[in-house]
């Protein structure tokens, strides 16, 4: 029987995001991606496995992100039109971590990232910004070209990376608001979803104190 409360809900989480001097290279191969940028693993609080690990990190050029799933048995499904209804990461920030608003401020954005359901032939990996539900003023939609994504697809799973340009992240501002709202959804058609705090019923997705706290650390 699921939890009426889960244990991540219970809990402000915190953690550092680390700093890297030079932006990786978006290629989707992860060469460039040690353990200490491990974005942490909070699902163990409620007693479930991951099934993907997501890493995370910024310098002043702006935030990058990767992503590795494995143990797939089914083809990826991904379009962009519906990307919540394929498979898909999403990252969500607050560039103010204004842990005590339960409705979008400008200064949040929410993007997903796609393995593949681009270009002609539907397999090039596609990323962009999506609002944010219910949101009092919506962040500012960055061009297509300030977000990099790259993916590399394999028999069992998929391994993405991204960077999102400093000039798409709305209100970025390192030295003077180190703290940031953070929050990633991996969805998985086959294996199901993966969160960082929160699940669909308790609104992360409209909510932006359901968020975690990232701390911009050099």
């Known amino acids: 029987m699921s939890k009426l409360i889960p244990n991540r809900f219970l809990f402000d989480f915190e953690f550092p995001l680390h700093y890297q001097a030079k932006t990786p290279p978006v290629t989707g191969k992860l060469d460039n991606w040690p353990a200490r940028y491990l974005v ?11 099934f993907g690990n997501i ?4 310098n002043d050029d702006g935030i990058s992100i990767a992503c590795e799933v494995k143990g797939k048995s089914k083809k990826l499904r991904c379009d962009p039109k519906t990307f919540w209804k394929g498979d898909n990461l999403r990252l969500c920030t607050d560039m103010r971590d204004t ?26 990996p596609v990323a962009g910004t999506s609002p944010i539900q219910r949101a009092r003023e919506n962040a500012p939609t960055p061009p297509a070209s300030r977000i990099e994504i790259a993916s590399v697809i394999s028999k069992d799973g998929y391994t993405l990376e991204a960077h999102i340009a ?20 991996l969805e998985d058609l086959q294996l199901g979803q993966q969160y960082l705090t929160v699940g669909d019923d308790l609104y992360w997705n409209i909510d932006p104190s359901t968020w975690a706290t990232a701390v911009l650390v050099r």
Request: proline letters at 8%; one cysteine or more.
């Open 40 to 50: 942490p693993n909070l699902a163990e609080l409620d007693e479930t496995q991951p």
């Open 55 to 58: 890493w995370a990190s910024w």
């Open 99 to 124: 842990r005590n608003i339960k409705r979008a401020s400008k200064y949040c954005q929410q993007f997903f990232f796609l393995p593949c359901g681009g270009g002609k032939d539907n397999k090039k």
């Open 166 to 185: 400093a000039s798409a992240l709305s209100g970025f501002a390192p030295a003077e608001h180190p703290r940031i709202g953070f929050f990633y959804m």
